[in-house]
């Protein structure tokens, strides 16, 4: 037997991990219902028409061949314009760079950041790939908490306690997930101050950035004066376009203190040649293109995030923060006597009422005794999943 590398073997991805138990109950014929993945490609959400017919054209016009490994310079500009109109930043095409999708740009960056040992603050609980991607480079994810009852908000007290010597960055995912957190503006302002006290970097996910329900996004990257901000984001969330696999990020350095690690970065980005082209046609539209698409599905979200937010708070044994930006809801299990763990309870709701979520320890130890629900589907759908959990746990509780 050939051994694999321990880094590798050490990787877990809890959302596609709960997958393969609910493919057994399927294979025996029986209909899953499955709220798990956050792609809304699988439901009534596609990419905006301008953006399917710029990509057709690039390919059909000959646009298929390597690109620069920082992205076409066109790409670039349309994301300093993008940027400008959202967040009001000062950069440059030079400050961008175009990655395939936020997940390589998190590589990219993690890779030019750490060093073994190192470690870099991220919210507990969060999407695996910072737990996961931090520790495959051979650092440490140091997880802060994030107060519940403060909808989700970051406990700027536990991320300062949390700073070491060994501590290379601060990273921020706004609106959020799993929580569906969207951050207050003072809060985005104390991250800052926090970071501008330690000489750390913030690095900013905005792949949710336009999908708030209440309140508006604000962006470390729009009010920085000092602290160096890398700013991620992507087609596929706003855009609806998940399965195109294209992101960017970009600098925002007023004093210059990442030139080093810019130039770490960009190696790592040579090697790896380039994002595809193709789809950079679409991004450019996307970006410069209109938005009015994204009030129509923002209509059906809402419905759907009010519609089970609604059914959870009539639902025994949870307890729910409303989510304020994203598609997710992530409850509370109050009722714990009956399980092991949030796992143990997942598989038991998937066994019993056919409903697929992912256990909320899967996001990190703030996540224990909860569990993330997906709810970008229609509102038929999630009734029913909603009706089959109720009845299992008033099952369970009686
Ligand atoms: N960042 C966050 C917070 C996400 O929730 C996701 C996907 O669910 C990603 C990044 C992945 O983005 P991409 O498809 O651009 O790799």
């Given at each position: 037997?050939?051994r694999?590398?321990?880094?590798?073997m050490?990787?877990?991805?809890?959302?596609r991990?709960?997958?393969?138990?609910?493919?057994?109950?399927?294979?025996?014929?029986?209909?899953?219902?499955?709220l798990?993945?956050?792609?809304?490609?699988?439901?009534?959400?596609?990419?905006?028409?301008?953006?399917?017919?710029?990509?057709?054209?690039?390919?059909?016009?000959?646009?298929?061949?390597?690109?620069?490994?920082?992205?076409l310079?066109?790409?670039?500009e349309?994301?300093?314009?993008r940027?400008?109109?959202?967040?009001?930043?000062?950069?440059?095409?030079?400050?961008?760079?175009?990655?395939t999708?936020?997940?390589e740009?998190?590589?990219?960056?993690?890779?030019?950041?750490?060093?073994?040992?190192?470690?870099?603050?991220v919210?507990?609980?969060?999407?695996?790939?910072?737990?996961?991607?931090?520790?495959?480079?051979?650092?440490?994810?140091?997880?802060?908490?994030?107060?519940?009852?403060?909808?989700?908000?970051?406990?700027?007290?536990?991320?300062?306690?949390?700073?070491?010597e060994?501590?290379?960055?601060?990273?921020v995912i706004?609106?959020?997930n799993?929580?569906?957190?969207?951050?207050e503006?003072?809060?985005?302002?104390?991250?800052?101050?926090?970071?501008?006290?330690?000489?750390?970097?913030?690095i900013?996910?905005?792949i949710?950035?336009?999908?708030?329900?209440?309140?508006?996004?604000?962006?470390?990257?729009?009010?920085?004066?000092?602290?160096?901000v890398?700013?991620?984001?992507?087609?596929?969330?706003v855009?609806?376009?998940t399965g195109?696999r294209?992101?960017?990020?970009?600098?925002?350095?007023p004093?210059d203190?990442?030139?080093?690690?810019?130039?770490?970065?960009?190696?790592?980005m040579?090697?790896?040649?380039?994002p595809?082209?193709?789809a950079?046609?679409?991004?450019?539209?996307?970006l410069?293109?209109?938005?009015d698409?994204?009030?129509?599905?923002?209509?059906?979200?809402?419905?759907?995030?009010?519609?089970i937010?609604?059914?959870?708070t009539?639902?025994?044994?949870?307890?729910t923060?409303?989510?304020?930006?994203?598609?997710?809801?992530?409850?509370?299990?109050?009722?714990?006597s009956?399980?092991?763990?949030?796992?143990?309870?997942?598989l038991d709701?998937?066994?019993?009422?056919?409903?697929l979520?992912?256990?909320?320890?899967?996001?990190g130890?703030?996540?224990?005794?909860?569990?993330?629900i997906v709810f970008?589907?229609?509102v038929?759908?999630?009734?029913?999943?909603?009706?089959?959990f109720?009845?299992?746990?008033r099952?369970?509780?009686?």
């Amino acid at each position: 037997m050939i051994r694999p590398s321990e880094r590798a073997m050490g990787v877990e991805y809890a959302i596609r991990d709960v997958v393969l138990p609910a493919r057994e109950l399927e294979k025996k014929g029986i209909k899953v219902i499955r709220l798990n993945i956050g792609d809304p490609g699988k439901y009534d959400f596609q990419p905006p028409e301008h953006m399917q017919e710029a990509y057709c054209r690039a390919i059909k016009e000959g646009h298929n061949y390597y690109g620069p490994s920082e992205g076409l310079p066109e790409m670039r500009e349309a994301v300093v314009q993008r940027e400008k109109r959202k967040n009001g930043v000062d950069i440059t095409p030079d400050d961008v760079r175009v990655t395939t999708a936020v997940t390589e740009a998190l590589q990219l960056i993690f890779g030019g950041l750490l060093d073994p040992g190192d470690n870099i603050l991220v919210p507990s609980p969060s999407y695996p790939p910072y737990t996961g991607l931090v520790k495959f480079y051979g650092g440490i994810p140091n997880e802060y908490d994030t107060i519940e009852e403060n909808g989700w908000q970051p406990d700027i007290d536990d991320m300062r306690k949390r700073i070491n010597e060994r501590t290379k960055a601060i990273a921020v995912i706004n609106p959020n997930n799993p929580t569906g957190a969207l951050y207050e503006k003072k809060t985005v302002k104390a991250i800052l101050d926090l970071a501008g006290e330690y000489d750390l970097p913030v690095i900013s996910d905005e792949i949710y950035d336009l999908m708030t329900y209440e309140g508006k996004h604000v962006s470390p990257g729009s009010l920085t004066k000092d602290v160096p901000v890398i700013v991620m984001n992507g087609l596929s969330k706003v855009y609806f376009a998940t399965g195109w696999r294209l992101g960017y990020f970009y600098y925002v350095d007023p004093e210059d203190k990442l030139s080093e690690v810019r130039e770490a970065i960009d190696k790592l980005m040579r090697i790896r040649i380039c994002p595809s082209t193709p789809a950079q046609f679409a991004a450019i539209a996307g970006l410069t293109g209109p938005m009015d698409y994204l009030e129509e599905y923002m209509k059906k979200l809402r419905e759907r995030r009010d519609y089970i937010y609604k059914r959870l708070t009539e639902i025994p044994g949870v307890s729910t923060q409303k989510p304020q930006g994203a598609f997710y809801i992530f409850p509370r299990i109050e009722e714990r006597s009956k399980w092991k763990s949030d796992k143990e309870f997942v598989l038991d709701v998937l066994h019993e009422a056919h409903v697929l979520f992912v256990h909320g320890s899967g996001f990190g130890r703030a996540g224990e005794w909860h569990f993330r629900i997906v709810f970008l589907p229609p509102v038929e759908i999630l009734e029913e999943a909603m009706s089959r959990f109720e009845e299992f746990m008033r099952k369970r509780l009686s």
